[in-house]
Structure formats: C-alpha cells, structure tokens
C-alpha cells in the first residue's frame, strides 16, 4: 500500500493494520447487532435473558478476536523497531470509548432491527461511507481539503478515534482530550439509551420474530 498508494506515512503497514483491526470490530458488531435477536430468535422466544447480552457476548467474541490479531500488531511493531512511550495509555482510552461506542449504537439498531426489515442494508451503506471516512488508509485530518477533513476528523467518531490512536501508538501524540472527553459521554449517553429501549420493548420482540 506505501507503494500503491504513494505514502511516506511513517509505520504505513501498522498504520493501516491498526486502524483495520479497531474497524473491523465496530464495523462486525454493528452489522450482528440488527439481526442479533432475530438470528436467536430460539433463546429469546424460550429463555429469558436481558437481549443485549446477545450483543455483548458477541462482543467478547470478537474481543478476543481482536486481542489475538492486537497480539500480532506487537510483533509488527517490535520488527520495525516503533519505540513506546507514555502515550501508549491514549490507546487504551480509545479503545475502551469504541468499546462503548459499538455497545450504545448496537443496542439501539438491536431495537429497531426487530422492526424494520431492511435496517441491515442501511447501515450497512452507511457503514460503508463511514469506512472511506474514517481514513483507515490515509490521515482524514491533513489529506482532505481545509475545513472539511479537520469538520470530519471530529464529527465522524470513528475517524477521531482511530486518529487518535494511530497518532498515540506511533507518533507519541496525544489526542484532544476535551474532543475524547465528549465522545466518551456521548458514548455512555448512547449506552444508557439503548439499554433501556431493550428493557423497555423486549417484551415486543417476541410477538415480532
């Protein structure tokens, strides 16, 4: 891709890897998230569990998932000689807000998946512009056009939170705190949203699968 691509990006492979792997997680648990209780519709029409576990340990899932592939970012790293420093505690931060962020936003499409039929193919065309947003092969903040790409890199929040993170892991930058702070709020804010929607309708669902 370095040659491809034309980048003199510093640590171009695990830029693209490690922006990949935080991707691929939220992108895989927000699609399941739609079809979650009608794909289970045997545990939810017969067993009573809070819904959004079916979310949640789909989630682990691909935690651990995630925790193998994060395995193999280490030995990138070690073999291309990236130094780590203090700001590697950025990385954590980020990943425990995508965390939640994957959480709030999948319970919520959870809810109206059960009801709307063709919610998966929106969000999946939607997840498919956020993709190309999100700059997993380029720095959305300094490639795109002033003031659209600096507009994008802190409204898109997974364009935020992959930036800072790739900017923690491999340049020894520190994210905007205030931005990290809102979009950790946010991202609690969206939790408590979506779980109480479940409690609140879960009853429902078992008419509609």
Not at 161 to 188: C, K, Q
Request: net charge positive; proline share 2%; glycine share 6%.
């Amino acid at each position: 891709f370095s040659n491809i691509l034309k980048s003199g990006k510093q640590y171009y492979i695990i830029f693209i890897y490690s922006a990949l792997l935080m991707w691929t997680f939220f992108n895989k648990n927000v699609i399941y998230s739609i079809k979650a209780i009608r794909m289970n519709k045997g545990i939810v029409t017969k067993v009573y569990v809070p819904k959004f576990i079916l979310l949640l340990s789909n989630m682990i899932l691909n935690g651990i998932k995630l925790g193998i592939s994060l395995l193999i970012l280490q030995i990138f790293m070690i073999f291309m000689r990236v130094p780590v420093n203090g700001t590697i505690i950025y990385v954590f931060l980020s990943y425990i807000i995508m965390f939640l962020l994957t959480f709030g936003c999948g319970t919520i499409f959870m809810h109206f998946g059960v009801f709307i039929d063709d919610l998966g193919y929106a969000i999946t065309i939607l997840l498919n512009m956020m993709f190309f947003l999100s700059g997993i092969f380029y720095d959305v903040e300094t490639t795109m056009a002033a003031p659209l790409g600096s507009i994008i890199a802190r409204v898109n929040p997974m364009a935020f939170l992959i930036n800072s993170m790739r900017n923690a892991l491999l340049y020894e930058t520190a994210p905007d705190l205030v931005l990290m702070g809102i979009w950790f709020v946010v991202s609690v804010i969206l939790c408590a949203i979506g779980v109480r929607i479940i409690y609140k309708y879960e009853n429902s669902y078992v008419k509609v699968v």
